[in-house]
């Protein structure tokens, strides 16, 4: 047998060992995790998403669950995804590789759950724009959780917390992205730029005396030293379905669809109870002794025409075309 021809049955016999060895499907673990405990309502949905993948691809691709941030930061999860030494995540994002991806947190975006639902589904226009965000990091969007509608935390009585226009003289803490930056000092705080994971511990020492980027599901867990709570619902909490990006375009079709529909269930899944859920977190924060403090439709729309007046153009110039697509795709904007 001459070389070439050599070389030409040993190509082909690589080639039908890849195609055989796709369709004998090899079992493959991966790592998924999100941020919060063993037992809470994404633990659970997530074991539900996970077992539904699982089932379908009939144990081709199993999970190892990662509660409670133990695969990190979600800021450091989203670049161990990005290189693939975490296959899959559900949280928010961080804006340290590129900032236009605070556009998933444009504050006082939505005012309601059928808004939110609008904007923040995997059909929407924001899922789109960020998808493409993202891809640029090696990460592909599958789809979301939503969460809550966003508030602020204090440790003491706030002065005038209806209105934006009084200096609170509050440190309080805010995630390191520059639109929660804005949106805490548009209100009247001054905001302190520190991850979640030591928020808590910011608030023990005195560090700072509140926190915003959180909701009342989240603050529940500070117990006393939650001693205020203000249903401002600056942002809508979105966390999102995320995996490699790569290792997304190494399945097959199969899976890629398995995989999809199983993310677009949950979410549905999800927002069919989350409202409920958000309104039983409230009652948690009240029974444990943390005072609500009630704002009117009229305040909370002052709070946005403030933000829409001050922070929204920052963000225009910042994020670019995609920031107007998503607004024009709610109502009444």
């Given at each position: 047998m001459?070389?070439?021809?050599?070389?030409?049955?040993?190509?082909?016999?690589?080639?039908?060992?890849?195609?055989?060895g796709s369709w004998a499907g090899e079992k493959h673990q991966w790592k998924i995790g999100h941020v919060r405990p063993?037992?809470?309502?994404?633990?659970?949905?997530?074991?539900?998403?996970?077992?539904?993948?699982?089932?379908?691809?009939?144990?081709?691709?199993?999970?190892?669950?990662?509660?409670?941030?133990?695969?990190?930061?979600?800021?450091?999860?989203?670049?161990?995804?990005?290189?693939?030494?975490?296959?899959?995540?559900?949280?928010?994002?961080?804006?340290?590789?590129?900032?236009?991806?605070?556009?998933?947190?444009?504050?006082?975006?939505?005012?309601?759950?059928?808004e939110a639902r609008k904007v923040y589904s995997h059909d929407s226009i924001m899922l789109q724009r960020m998808g493409e965000l993202l891809a640029k990091q090696n990460i592909k969007i599958l789809g979301g959780w939503p969460v809550y509608f966003g508030g602020i935390v204090l440790?003491?009585?706030p002065l005038h917390p209806a209105d934006p226009d009084v200096f609170k003289n509050m440190i309080i803490r805010v995630p390191p992205m520059r639109s929660f930056e804005l949106t805490a000092k548009t209100l009247g705080y001054t905001p302190y730029p520190i991850t979640w994971f030591y928020a808590r511990e910011g608030l023990k020492t005195g560090m700072v005396e509140g926190i915003i980027g959180g909701?009342?599901?989240?603050?529940?867990?500070?117990?006393?030293?939650?001693?205020?709570?203000?249903?401002?619902?600056?942002h809508f909490e979105y966390w999102f379905v995320y995996m490699n990006l790569e290792l997304w375009q190494s399945l097959s079709e199969n899976e890629q669809t398995i995989i999809q529909n199983a993310a677009r269930e949950m979410e549905m899944r999800r927002y069919a109870v989350a409202e409920a859920e958000e309104r039983k977190s409230l009652e948690q924060l009240r029974d444990q002794g943390t005072h609500i403090v009630a704002f009117s439709t009229e305040e909370?729309?002052?709070?946005?025409?403030?933000?829409?007046?001050?922070?929204?153009?920052?963000?225009?110039?910042?994020?670019?075309?995609?920031?107007?697509?998503?607004?024009?795709?709610?109502?009444?904007?």
């Open positions: 001459r070389k070439s021809s050599v070389v030409i049955f040993i190509s082909a016999l690589m080639m039908f060992s890849c195609v055989v063993t037992g809470s309502a994404i633990d659970i949905d997530t074991k539900w998403f996970t077992e539904k993948i699982s089932s379908e691809t009939n144990g081709k691709i199993t999970f190892a669950i990662f509660p409670e941030s133990r695969l990190g930061d979600y800021t450091i999860v989203q670049e161990r995804c990005a290189f693939g030494e975490v296959e899959m995540f559900i949280g928010p994002f961080g804006t340290a590789v590129d900032k236009k991806v605070a556009l998933a947190f444009t504050p006082f975006l939505v005012r309601n759950w059928v440790t003491q009585a909701g009342a599901e989240g603050y529940a867990g500070l117990k006393d030293l939650a001693r205020y709570y203000l249903p401002v619902n600056d909370r729309a002052n709070m946005r025409k403030k933000i829409r007046q001050s922070v929204w153009p920052l963000m225009r110039k910042e994020i670019g075309t995609a920031f107007d697509e998503v607004v024009s795709s709610v109502d009444g904007q």
